[in-house]
């Protein structure tokens, strides 16, 4: 008699707050996951995402080849378990375009998330980038600011509390600035984006969040450990005689102690970024792209990232909360370096064609609207052709 395979009950949370369901069996793996993802979300592909863990109040990125029993411990292989397993959907590869995204359902979840990271943004220096971020977010979710006339100013005034800052500005920008201002000032910038479909909007966001230092990034917190001498106890009492003036002055011990420091380690859109907290800011000390990368290696909790040559540095030493970590971040940032090597040309490439997209679109303004339309149906088959082809690059660099 064939026994009922067990299973287990895997819940997986959305950018957008919704979840998914799905039952598994004990023995799944990963991939098993995100095709049960990619079925009940009705796409072919989710390139750009990857299912993570939450441990340690970090996401960490699955092995989709791995078990998941791995994952979730001994709670997995209990017989009585029931509560679900919760899996989160999280973009795991951010992209400069969002034409590279095909599928309409992606690119909301990518610009969803995108924008909760904007708001988690402490990227000080760039307040005048927030500004238009949030009238291109505006833009996309609201459509056209309503216009006024002279009339109408008590109407207007109304209108300019149609949104909340706090869904749109940091917090730490809403404290510089103040409510008011940001009510004041953000309706003017929205209004100037009038005609501009929500989806080019949307596409827009993504272009400009490319811009932002600390946006399209996934941090992951490590620790800096270096040798320190501090006093140590009291071991006597040195007396000196200086011209019939007794001057004393206590023995004390040098003590070695480890001076560890809270180091963010970012996987950027072309490379990594190393962040340290001084004073209560976030501090960048290196920003390397990938070609300044020699080597990086972990071994245990250890991890070690080896600079090339052309940058004069050191070797640089950090340890992660675990081995776990360090090899799932490891991972992270190899995929990264991998994915970005196979599609640099082709994300060229379509960003050219983007480009060649607007400025044709902008100089047949006065034409007719088939002639508009055929124009912009070729070259959004030029892009979907080319985005295809990135595809299977991506899809052979991961096999």
Not at 37 to 60: H, T
Not at 126 to 136: C, G, I, M, R
Not at 140 to 152: C, H, I, K, L
Not at 313 to 323: C, D, E, G, N, T
């Amino acid at each position: 008699m064939r026994t009922k395979k067990k299973k287990r009950e895997v819940f997986i949370l959305l950018p957008n707050k919704q979840h998914l369901g799905c039952d598994v069996a004990v023995t799944a793996r990963g991939q098993d996951v995100f095709n049960v993802v990619l079925e009940l979300l009705g796409v072919g592909e989710l390139l750009v995402f990857g299912l993570a863990v939450l441990r340690d109040s970090e996401y960490l990125f699955l092995d989709l080849k791995q078990k998941l029993s791995s994952y979730f411990g001994r709670q997995w292989n209990r017989r009585s378990i029931k509560v679900p397993f919760i899996l989160f959907l999280r973009v795991q590869y951010y992209v400069e375009s969002g034409r590279l995204i095909l599928s309409s359902k992606v690119l909301q979840l990518y610009y969803t998330e995108l924008r909760q990271k904007v708001l988690q943004s402490l990227s000080h220096h760039q307040e005048s980038l927030f500004f238009q971020l949030a009238a291109t977010a505006l833009q996309a979710e609201v459509g056209d600011e309503g216009e006024g006339g002279e009339e109408e100013e008590g109407e207007r005034e109304r209108r300019s509390h149609y949104f909340l800052p706090e869904d749109y500005f940091p917090s730490w920008l809403m404290e510089r600035r103040g409510r008011a201002f940001l009510l004041q000032h953000s309706p003017a910038l929205h209004s100037e984006l009038r005609g501009l479909s929500r989806r080019r909007a949307m596409l827009q966001f993504i272009r400009e969040a490319s811009r932002l230092q600390d946006g399209p990034v996934t941090f992951y917190r490590m620790t800096e450990v270096r040798s320190g001498v501090t006093r140590g106890k009291c071991i006597g009492i040195c007396c000196d005689v200086r011209q019939q003036v007794f001057f004393c002055r206590h023995l004390y011990t040098q003590d070695k102690k480890e001076v560890k420091s809270l180091i963010l380690l970012g996987v950027a859109l072309k490379g990594v970024q190393i962040y340290q907290e001084i004073e209560g800011k976030q501090c960048l000390l290196h920003d390397f792209s990938w070609t300044d990368i020699d080597r990086l290696t972990f071994q245990g909790r250890r991890f070690e990232i080896q600079a090339a040559a052309s940058r004069c540095l050191p070797k640089l030493v950090y340890y992660a909360p675990s081995r776990f970590h360090s090899k799932h971040v490891l991972r992270h940032l190899v995929d990264s370096h991998r994915l970005h090597i196979s599609t640099r040309d082709t994300v060229h490439y379509v960003q050219q064609l983007e480009d060649m997209h607007g400025q044709l679109i902008e100089d047949c303004a006065t034409s007719d609207s088939q002639q508009k339309q055929n124009l912009d149906t070729f070259l959004r088959l030029s892009l979907s052709f080319c985005v295809c082809v990135c595809a299977c690059v991506c899809s052979q660099s991961a096999l």
